[in-house]
């Protein structure tokens, strides 16, 4: 399962992030997923607890915040937010787009202790 090597790696830096403050123990996470990350919310949240298993994460909250698909136009230069995961402005049907927001995944911030 891809969410779940996914929850590995993100177990593996938050423990490295972990040794460099000193800290023993993750209280909670936030992580951004964005529409067009490629990861699905419902499988992370379940590959999680099992990646954080016998880590200084295990027990830890995770908090995810899903961020939508802003794409922005260069034929009218609109920045417009879709839930059509499609890479067309839905304002001119322009295919001359750039995502803005929603390619995503990263942790924003953690707790430890
Ligand atoms: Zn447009």
Do not use: W, Y
């Not at 090597?5 to 992030?17: F, H, R, W």
């Not at 951004?32 to 607890?49: Q, W």
């Not at 880590?55 to 034929?75: F, H, M, R, W, Y």
């Not at 839930?83 to 929603?102: H, T, Y």
């Amino acid at each position: 399962m891809h969410e779940f090597s996914l929850a590995i790696d993100l177990v593996d830096q938050l423990t490295e992030a972990l040794a460099r403050e000193n800290a023993t123990k993750v209280v909670s996470i936030n992580v951004v997923i964005g529409a067009m990350s490629g990861v699905e919310r419902v499988p992370f949240e379940f590959a999680f607890p099992q990646a954080a298993e016998g880590t200084a994460l295990q027990g830890a909250v995770l908090n995810i915040q899903e961020v939508p698909l802003i794409l922005k136009c260069s034929d009218c230069n609109q920045q417009t937010e879709t839930d059509d995961l499609i890479m067309i402005c839905p304002l001119c049907n322009s295919v001359s787009v750039e995502i803005v927001q929603g390619k995503e995944f990263l942790i924003k911030s953690m707790e430890v202790q």
